[in-house]
């Protein structure tokens, strides 16, 4: 019997005939799945981005194509100029992350270049007015829940000031949870958390600088134990308490709305100067998955350990 070296045979097709390509194949879907780079959600038939033009401001979706970012058609509808994203389609019921106002909306292509971290497609937040938000119906699924989780692909540029990457609103609180990148002269990721309106912030700070590399971050919180913890490229950076109310489910007396790319207090701050490409939020139990989710994402992006 013969055998065949099949070790340096390079594999050619698409990325998504890959088996274990679609995070919701493997995984449970989340409540918010926005993605700029990839098709979280192989259900979901809709675009991947809204985008407009510099040239005469004209927009136009850009789709998924094998699972990935159509790079071609996004090139030639910004024709060498710049594109910024109007709308980022939410992959799971219709909670889409959007901004009508042009100086609000975060560069996808600069001078006919695609913004990239690692390869992969991705927005940039310039630090002083770029933002998206989610608001709708769909969001009260995370309003009064016992454990949440968020996770987070994102490259900071500059730190010289507090800058938030994702942020909840809800009733009193300014921020009930999120990530942010923190302490200026450290350079570090931290978390917010609350559980109840008006309640004072319970915050983890991690113990190492994260310099300007693209990072996967999850913050995890079990309200129903009072414990919170945040992971960077899937290791525990930082624990603590989720509320300084004490254990509980969390209780929101009003709508909640989700900030991508900068703080919720009034005025606005916390403008995120950098890279985001992907937020991925559950009001459930993903302890048991966690880590699996963030290889995930780590193995797409390119992100090491």
Do not use: C
């Amino acid at each position: 019997m013969s055998t065949v070296d099949k070790s340096n045979v390079t594999y050619t097709g698409a990325e998504s005939a890959l088996p274990g390509f679609y995070l919701f194949s493997e995984y449970p879907a989340s409540t918010i799945a926005l993605s700029v780079a990839r098709l979280l959600n192989p259900d979901y038939k809709g675009p991947a981005i809204r985008v407009r033009r510099s040239s005469d401001n004209a927009e136009q979706n850009i789709a998924f194509v094998n699972g990935v970012l159509d790079e071609a058609a996004l090139l030639a509808f910004s024709a060498g100029g710049d594109a910024y994203v109007t709308t980022l389609y939410g992959q799971v019921g219709g909670l889409n992350a959007q901004r009508s106002v042009a100086a609000a909306q975060p560069r996808i292509v600069s001078a006919g270049v695609i913004d990239k971290v690692n390869g992969r497609p991705s927005m940039y937040f310039n630090g002083t007015s770029h933002y998206l938000v989610l608001s709708g119906a769909s969001l009260n699924a995370l309003r009064n829940v016992s454990q949440a989780a968020i996770f987070t692909v994102a490259q900071l540029d500059s730190l010289d000031v507090t800058r938030i990457a994702i942020a909840f609103s809800g009733g009193t609180s300014p921020a009930r949870q999120g990530i942010i990148a923190n302490s200026p002269t450290l350079n570090r990721l931290s978390t917010a958390s609350r559980r109840v309106d008006g309640e004072a912030s319970s915050q983890l700070v991690s113990a190492a600088d994260v310099g300007a590399n693209v990072h996967v971050v999850a913050q995890v919180m079990n309200y129903a134990a009072n414990t919170q913890a945040l992971y960077t490229d899937d290791a525990l950076s930082a624990s603590g308490v989720a509320s300084t109310s004490g254990p509980g489910a969390t209780s929101d007396t009003a709508s909640l709305t989700a900030y991508v790319g900068v703080g919720v207090n009034t005025p606005m701050s916390g403008w995120w100067q950098g890279h985001i490409s992907e937020v991925l939020v559950y009001g459930t139990d993903q302890s048991a998955n966690r880590s699996d989710i963030n290889q995930h994402a780590m193995s797409f992006y390119g992100v090491a350990a």
